[in-house]
């Protein structure tokens, strides 16, 4: 039984004024880990102390910068004090490829595969805007290397699986081979940051790789649910064995 349990247990049999666990705390694991990579104080998303914040979108009428709201984050900082990544845990990111030299992914990006053209190697980030790379980075950047941004989990490792041309051409069975290619493989994660159209090869591709993916244990498969700002979320991110991925503001809207 664990210590909750059985302090539940002991104060239910009515001996006790209060019975509650003397919680254990090793190697400052409630301290709120902070890295020191030289780019995380603007990641309001990790960690939101109501820093100023520079917008994207202008021509949208968007201020130019303000303030954030506290607390407006992911409390990642509480999850790093217990780990920053398992290198046994392998993140596959769908999409235009990963910039492999880049200096902050330094040991984290494994051997890919390109579903283009069915071929194993470490695709090149294709795309003008690197919007893998920047992907990438979010999820597995290396985190307290004094250097850059601090990953989500820069202690796992990263696999890009490429689905997108130099031109960002895909197709439903260039996507779906991939999701067959991450089962038989055994990734543990898949995180896709695009949308498609309904198709039934696709969504039996990413049921499969959902359920049987990881050696029969499962894998777990993230897509994002839009861009356009609308509530009802986009195909493949509704389907029931995947996570729907939304975003917040840094004010918590």
Request: charged share 15%.
């Amino acid at each position: 039984k664990t210590s909750i349990e059985l302090a539940d247990e002991y104060f239910q049999s009515g001996i006790f004024e209060y019975c509650e666990p003397n919680f254990i705390y090793p190697e400052g694991s409630n301290l709120c880990f902070t890295p020191n990579d030289t780019r995380f104080g603007g990641q309001w998303n990790l960690l939101n102390i109501g820093q100023t914040v520079k917008t994207s979108s202008l021509r949208l009428g968007d201020v130019n910068s303000y303030n954030g709201l506290t607390g407006s984050d992911m409390s990642i900082t509480k999850a790093w004090d217990l780990t920053l990544g398992d290198p046994s845990v392998e993140i596959a990111v769908f999409d235009t490829g990963i910039d492999s030299t880049h200096p902050d992914f330094a040991g984290n990006v494994l051997t890919g595969y390109d579903a283009n053209i069915d071929t194993y190697g470490v695709p090149l980030d294709s795309s003008f805007f690197a919007h893998g790379t920047n992907c990438a980075g979010i999820i597995g950047a290396v985190t307290n290397n004094n250097l850059g941004v601090s990953g989500i989990a820069g202690g796992c490792k990263l696999r890009s699986y490429k689905i997108f041309t130099s031109t960002r051409y895909t197709n439903s069975i260039i996507q779906a081979r991939a999701f067959d290619t991450a089962r038989v493989n055994g990734i543990s994660i898949i995180s896709c940051s695009w949308n498609a159209e309904e198709n039934s090869t696709l969504t039996n591709a990413i049921n499969n790789c959902a359920l049987n993916g990881r050696g029969g244990l499962g894998c777990i498969i993230l897509f994002a649910s839009g861009n356009d700002g609308i509530s009802s979320p986009s195909y493949p991110s509704y389907l029931a064995n995947v996570v729907s991925v939304g975003s917040s503001t840094p004010s918590d809207q």
